[in-house]
């Protein structure tokens, strides 16, 4: 058996063996801690051969593994190579195709990657979003004000390429690790292209951006904090922050987190909002931020092996949770201020279906509706919508 074959071998094994009750990330990492033959190069490149099964698995439910996995390789890489020279030689002279062109010699076409076309938003392209699963998107930073040239700077002193793709965002090739180069949080935040655009409605209306007072601002599903850190840098420090989740190891976390970034938390607590209202039942707030808890379907590009673990089942779960957590923290919003809706899904059901709910219960005006499209741009695909009352 020559390498290439032992590496989709391995590979066999990896997802066979999968139980898809953790990232895959972990799954594959604890397999690897337990196999020390293989090198960085070995490990990088069975790792590759999994996620193209992840990739393009819907399209093929009635092959063996390995039989997609070499589907994978030829519809996922974009010229020839050794690999698929000896996995699959009669494929490797198309393997510089168009990705519609492999499809159609394989008799598939790009709906059959995508198992959800039915809830998928009617403003979302089916094609294009269907071919941003065969690549990985790009990796992106957030370089935060005042620390963009001593950034660069440490880039082109480590030889790590990056384009300029805004004003703090950098595009860097993916898998490229910069953690030991720049102070994460403190100099740049690791936050994709779109997620870094979620409240580009501030941009729009710049007396907002001015504002000599301190706004209070609450993240009710802060997560690791990274909308509040953008918030702080693009309200110029000048909030109030309050942060919540359902778990205090979560929000542990994030307090080493704005530790890290220079940012006071003038409160936080746990709280579940789908069964329960926040302990500030007299506090009202200029901002609040509802970043959801969702499907993440418009991230799965990213993390491929989502796509073969979501149940359609589940996008119902999911939008009927929103509801319930959006309804409880929009009744702390003061009168004039701002309410973000914030999901990383594609699907309607989790988005204009919820903002559609919201309007009506509770009489919002809606200033903003927006999927942020992210498959043309190797980046995630997010949506926002904005309210006032």
């Given amino acids: 058996m020559n390498r290439y074959q032992s590496y989709l071998s391995n590979a066999v094994t990896i997802i066979g063996t999968y139980k898809k009750d953790k990232p895959f990330s972990y799954h594959i990492k604890d397999f690897f801690s337990g196999q020390k033959k293989f090198g960085s190069r070995d490990r990088k490149q069975i790792a590759s051969l999994c996620y ?3 990739r393009v698995v819907h ?3 009635a092959l063996p593994v390995d039989e997609v ?3 994978g390789i030829f519809l996922c890489e974009e010229q020839s190579s050794e690999l698929l020279g000896t996995l699959q030689p009669e494929w490797n002279e198309k393997a510089g195709y168009s990705p519609d062109e492999k499809l159609k010699w394989l008799g598939i076409s ?10 998928l938003s009617k403003e979302l392209d089916p094609a294009k979003f269907s071919l941003s699963f065969l690549q990985q998107p790009d990796l992106f930073i957030r370089v935060r004000p005042a620390r963009v040239q001593q950034v660069m700077q440490k880039l082109n002193a480590s030889s790590i390429p990056f384009t300029e793709a805004g004003t703090y965002c950098l595009r860097l090739i993916k898998n490229t690790s910069v953690e030991s180069i720049v102070q ?3 100099e740049v935040v ?5 997620s870094q655009r979620v409240f580009c409605f501030l941009d729009h209306n710049p007396e907002l951006l001015h504002v ?3 706004i209070t601002v609450w993240d009710c599903c802060a997560a690791s904090g990274g909308k509040s850190i953008l918030l702080y840098d693009t309200l110029k420090g000048k909030i109030k922050l309050t942060v919540s989740d359902i778990r205090e190891s979560i929000l542990s976390n994030l307090v080493k987190r704005m530790q890290e970034a220079g940012i006071n938390i003038n409160r936080k607590f746990v709280c579940d909002l789908t069964t329960t209202k926040p302990p500030t039942a007299d506090e009202r707030y200029s901002v609040i931020v509802c ?8 991230t799965w590009s990213r993390t491929p092996e989502q796509l073969s673990i979501c149940k359609r089942e589940e996008i119902a779960i999911y939008s009927d949770r929103q509801k319930k957590i959006a309804s409880t923290a929009i009744q702390y919003l003061h009168k004039n201020g701002l309410f973000f809706y914030i999901t990383c899904s594609v699907f309607s059901s989790e988005n204009e279906e919820v903002v559609h709910y919201l309007k009506e219960k509770f009489h919002l005006q809606l200033l903003q509706m927006e999927y942020l499209k992210g498959y043309e741009l190797k980046a995630d695909t997010m949506f926002v919508a904005v309210f006032t009352v």
């Fill in 52 to 54: 193209y099964y992840f």
């Fill in 59 to 61: 399209a093929f439910p």
């Fill in 69 to 71: 996995i070499r589907r």
């Fill in 110 to 119: 790009a709906d059959d990657l995508f198992p959800f076309k039915e809830s």
């Fill in 184 to 186: 994460p949080n403190r």
């Fill in 190 to 194: 690791i936050q994709d292209y779109n």
């Fill in 212 to 214: 000599t007072n301190t």
């Fill in 291 to 298: 970043d959801v808890p969702c499907s993440g379907s418009g």
